[in-house]
T-cell receptor, first 111, second 113 residues
Framework: GQQLNQSPQSMFIQEGEDVSMNCTSS?????WLWYKQEPGEGPVLLIA?????ELTSNGRLTAQFGITRKDSFLNISASIPSDVGIYFC???????????FGAGTILRVKS | DAGVIQSPRHEVTEMGQEVTLRCKPI?????LFWYRQTMMRGLELLIY????????DSGMPEDRFSAKMPNASFSTLKIQPSEPRDSAVYFC???????????FGQGTRLTVV
């Protein structure tokens, strides 16, 4: 089963709006990664977070590594049509070294 | 850098046949992951290797699945015999070492009829 709880499951927003999604777990993670996947392609890395409390930006994207090391969020500001896709959180578990993924957030943008 | 290279991109096979999926990780990367993606179960970690050694294969669904990494630049995922429920997209990913950014290939879409 899923070890990462990602929400929301999907979003349908107006172009220009800000977007926020998050991942939580009962387990501790050493690293959080955020990916975007488009149809027919593999997930593409957006942001990597390595320390609790770390806040990192990549253009209009901002992500944070939760203080408890059990959660992370991703914000997208001023969404545009090309932001459409599925966004995944992923994390390396503290024990077992596994890189596990959330179920994904489907983002649709109407222009 | 060519990125992670997977082959074939698409595979259609009959139930009962053996299927072999291939992956070439990014040069210099020491960790390699195999995932399966379906609508119902999302991205499932099947197995991962560190320095060519399988570390955890607890995600491999059945004995019909096996994976090898004979050297640092090549890995295979084999299904024998294949079944229709194995139909999915299989991804390979590699990272420089554990706990660092993982990069994905474009996947192999497997259809078992």
């Amino acid at each position: 089963g899923q070890q990462l709880n990602q929400s929301p499951q999907s979003m349908f927003i107006q172009e220009g709006e800000d977007v926020s999604m998050n991942c939580t777990s009962s387990s501790i993670f050493n690293t959080w990664l955020w990916y975007k996947q488009e149809p027919g392609e593999g997930p593409v890395l957006l942001i990597a977070l390595y320390k609790a409390g770390e806040l990192t930006s990549n253009g209009r994207l901002t992500a944070q590594f939760g203080i408890t090391r059990k959660d992370s969020f991703l914000n997208i500001s001023a969404s545009i049509p090309s932001d459409v896709g599925i966004y995944f959180c992923a994390g390396y578990m503290e024990y077992g070294n596994k890189l596990v993924f959330g179920a994904g957030t489907i983002l649709r943008v109407k222009s | 850098d060519a990125g992670v290279i997977q082959s074939p991109r698409h595979e259609v096979t009959e139930m009962g046949q053996e299927v072999t999926l291939r992956c070439k990780p990014i040069s210099g990367h020491n960790s390699l992951f195999w995932y399966r993606q379906t609508m119902m179960r999302g991205l499932e970690l099947l197995i991962y290797f560190n320095n060519n050694v399988p570390i955890d294969d607890s995600g491999m669904p059945e004995d019909r699945f096996s994976a090898k990494m004979p050297n640092a630049s090549f890995s295979t995922l084999k299904i024998q015999p294949s079944e229709p429920r194995d139909s999915a997209v299989y991804f390979c990913a590699s990272s420089l070492r554990w706990n660092t950014e993982a990069f994905f290939g474009q996947g192999t879409r497997l259809t078992v009829v």
